[in-house]
């Protein structure tokens, strides 16, 4: 029998610990951007910093080891005992509620406290940010606690097995680490205002249907296909560490599979090129890029022959230092089918070069193409029948391919994350327009959309999921054809590659600020699922990381257990077993079969993957913490004295567009 009076106050708790942490992601608080429309104006994230990386790890692994170690108090014993006594006030049976609260093993909340320990000490900020860091590690665990409370009841009213109840608890566990972590970063950086492009966006219920459907039936299957009923997992602290890492993969690459198999049930049609193509625009910002630039256009004249329509190519020169003015022209002249021209640029950015040539844009469909990528000549001839078939279509994207041949071991890295992450993912969130970025190497657009929404955001790292998303929210929706392809030039080394994924990082964590739905509003799967995880996962993964570390040391550790390094490898292996077959698959069908024999190094690749993650926390700006009563002092952004628009933003502060 409930108890109601426990009940009542549980409630009442439980509801202030829910508006602390939701309060944050609205985002009501915050205004060190100080830019205007689509310009976004913040200082420069802190230059590279590997001590700072060291140290962080450094802190995890010895906040692990203490953590693990420390037997008076036994932090998860102390855990458990605040579950059963926060749940027997509810449900007064002890002895129930024990049996239940028994299996819990709280690795995530104490991960938390590891990851908020490493990035309160490491990070660049003032000793009150610091403090305000630390204090979301207690927020971590009091919604653990109330999460596991609600679970315990739950379970014992509706006679749940004790097998299951741990993998549930692992999935809350998972989903609070990934809102505390949101709220933890909207709080401490300095961030790009939220959207204001408004959402006219209409006609998303059936997407929103799908989306919740599958998610709901792929949360379902792991919880009942992960264990074997009646056998506690917390028993067993390798099997634990396993369940723990399996957990997202299974999650994600469910989603995957599930949405495929609704594309491939639904047999969607190609669209067909046709005869007469209308004329389309190809821009390029180019800085320094005279070793590419030639094949760039090449490539583009190759595509332009067979699309067998005009194609005028603009090439933005960013105030290039070397020959790659003389080179593009030379090469334009020499041209087949293109008609081409180069333009000046000012050196300000990337997003300020590609606003500057598409203000000299006449086609209605314009493509964006990096000149350091290339293009397959089919791809202009499989792109433009989109448009035509559909007027909601907005965006298409395309196949990406690493360049070849292959000449370092980043190339063959590279090409097994595009066979991972790229081909799948992209064709099952087309199902519901849920696909949070068509990338800058291939991006194909209707030019009066991209005027629409002031072009590029200038300022911004990630300005092409800023792109995407914002004419999502005017209601064009993104596809993806298999039949268009374009390939990527990849760094050439580790450090380089660290470059390059720490700028990802923090463009993402950018867009997430930028479109967060408490903030910004949402308007499909696109905002409240795909990029709400998509921006929250390069948040979570350093806190994930602690929670490796801690569950795989404790598993070594536990005095109760005897197991080998091999039994916890092969249970590793198991966990990443869905997209180890799904890159072995693709690799073989792309005939880079001898690629995939140097998996082994993928490890090593990810782990710089990871740590350029973690670096692209520690490196953004803090917010000072304001104390009320006391005037803030507000400093003006480095770059603030810029004059960053090239087009004119259409969407601005109501006060500054009276």
Known sequence: MLRLPGLLIFLLDLAVLVGIILHALRRRFDDTDRGVGNVVVLPKPHPPSLWRVACFVGVCVLGSIGLIGLRTPDLSKVYRAVVAYSTTRILPEPAIVDSY????????????????????????????????????????????????????????????????????????????????????????????????????????????????????????????????????????????????????????????VVLCLLRLCGGQKLPQPGENPPPIDVIGPAFNEETNIVRWVECIDAAAVVYGGPVHLILCDDGSQ??????????????????GEVI????????????????????????????????????????????????????????????RPFTTWVDRMRSMELAAGFGLPRLAYAVVDAQPCVPGNYTAVRREAALEIGGWPEGMLGEDIDFTCSLARLGYRAVYDRRIWAYEDVPENAAQLRLQRRRWSQGSIYNFARFVPMASGSAGPRFWFAEFFKGARRLVQPMQFAAYLFAIQGAFFDTGLR???????????????????????????RGLWRSFLWWPLFLGFMMIKRLANIEALLLLQTRPVEVPGLRPVRRTAPDADITWPVLRPRYLPETEAS
């Not at 640029?345 to 598409?358: D, E, F, I, Q, R």
Request: net charge positive; glycine share 6%; proline share 6%.
């Open 322 to 339: 070397d020959d790659t003015r003389r080179l593009a022209e030379e090469a334009m002249a020499r041209a087949v089918a293109v008609r």
């Open 344 to 403: 000046a640029g000012t050196h300000v950015g990337k997003a300020t070069a590609l606003n500057l040539a598409l203000t000299h844009c006449t086609a209605d469909y314009v493509i964006r193409h990096d000149t350091d990528c290339e293009v397959h000549p089919d791809s202009f001839r499989y792109t433009v029948p989109w448009f035509e078939s559909d007027p909601r279509i907005g965006l298409v994207g395309a196949f990406m391919f690493v360049k």
């Open 563 to 589: 197991r080998n390094l091999m039994h916890l490898l092969a249970f590793l292996i198991i966990a990443k077993l869905p997209m180890l077959i799904l890159v072995m698959c693709s690799m073989f069908y």
């Open 101 to 256: 609260v028994s299996h819990l093993r709280p690795v995530i909340p104490l991960s938390f406290l590891a990851f908020a320990m490493a990035l309160a000490l490491c990070v660049h900020a003032t000793p009150g940010r610091r403090l305000m860091i630390l204090l979301h590690a207690p927020l971590a665990i009091a919604a653990s606690v109330a999460a596991d409370t609600v679970l315990s009841v739950v379970g014992i009213e509706t006679g749940l097995s004790l097998g299951r109840f741990p993998l549930i608890s692992i999935l809350l566990h998972y989903l609070i680490a990934y809102v505390l972590a949101m709220r933890l970063a909207l709080t401490t950086y300095k961030l790009p205002r939220p959207t204001q492009v408004p959402i006219r966006r209409t006609g998303d219920f059936f997407d929103t249907a799908i989306m919740g459907t599958v998610l709901v039936v792929v949360v379902v299957f792991v919880a009942i296909g992960g264990r074997r009923p009646g056998a506690p997992l917390a028993n067993d602290p390798v099997e634990y560490t396993f369940v723990l890492i399996a957990v997202p993969v299974y999650l994600k690459f469910g989603i995957y």
